[in-house]
């Protein structure tokens, strides 16, 4: 049976480098192409045989590793693998608290994202050369009880939260999911109640945690990130697996 992979990432460009990548080297493969999380977590609710997936972390209807947890609670025991330009060591150990099968950057040789490809899916784990997997500290364990806490929320509590960190109230809320407010209320009882804090504030502030720090400050800095990407991509003596401009891209 082919192997069948399910590539979100919305630069059509560095999907398709991608896919011809992954063909070199696996005689026998099927992809499915999400330019969104949203079209992402379909594929997934119609699909149930995906064997890996491919995740970036910057989409036009999610950034941060809000995607990765939901994509992850839609399928707990599907590998995904984050696969981004950015690969500074505190957004690689985020991603695998957050229950990732492994971190590839696009910066990497060809033969070293392969080699990562492969070692996931015979159950290993792929850093970025450097990076380790996360040990146990107090930072790591705080992350580890946040994304335990953020996994216990239902799907629609989940959502609620999402749409209280983009500071909707309690009637907007209600509109945009076409339940009752009191329904609204509840849920966001609910979800106080299971991250263990005391007001609404306080849990838009827990799930900010996992895209404020570190991604959203990585992201401030573009024009420094994509400089370090040309650097690093200058200094390599192979070949890099993002070749075409247009694929430098978080």
């Known amino acids: 049976m082919p192997t069948n992979f399910l590539i979100v990432e919305d630069h059509p460009l ?3 480098a991608l896919q011809l990548a992954i ?5 026998s493969v099927r992809f499915t192409h999400a330019g ?18 491919l995740l970036d972390l910057r989409l036009p209807d999610t950034h941060g590793f809000e995607g990765l947890l939901e994509l992850r609670r839609l399928s707990p025991k599907l590998p995904m693998v984050v696969i981004s330009a950015l690969s500074d060591p505190s957004v690689v150990k985020t991603a695998m608290v957050c229950g990732a099968a492994g971190f590839i950057s696009k910066c990497a040789p060809t033969d070293a994202v392969l080699q990562g490809i492969h070692d996931v899916l015979a159950g290993d784990v792929t850093l970025p050369d450097g990076c380790l997997l996360p040990r146990n500290s107090f930072a790591t364990g705080e992350l580890t009880t946040l994304t ?3 996994n216990s929320l239902t799907r ?3 959502v609620i939260l999402q749409l209280l960190c983009q500071g909707l109230v309690n009637e907007q809320i209600a509109r945009e999911l076409h339940i009752q407010k009191s329904t609204v209320k509840a849920h ?20 900010s945690k996992l895209y404020l720090s570190p991604v959203r400050t990585l992201y401030a800095s573009k024009g420094a990130v994509r400089s370090r990407t040309a650097a690093q991509r200058a200094s390599s003596n192979g070949q890099t697996f993002s070749t075409h401009p247009a694929a430098q891209v978080p």
């Open 14 to 16: 560095f999907a398709d």
């Open 148 to 150: 335990s806490r953020l």
């Open 36 to 53: 969104t999380l949203s079209a992402g977590k379909n594929a997934i609710r119609q699909n149930d045989d995906f064997d890996l997936v």
């Open 23 to 27: 063909r070199s080297f696996m005689k």
């Open 156 to 158: 629609r509590q989940f």
């Open 188 to 207: 966001i009882t609910g979800v106080l109640r299971k991250l263990g804090v005391c007001s609404r504030t306080h849990a838009a502030a827990e799930l």
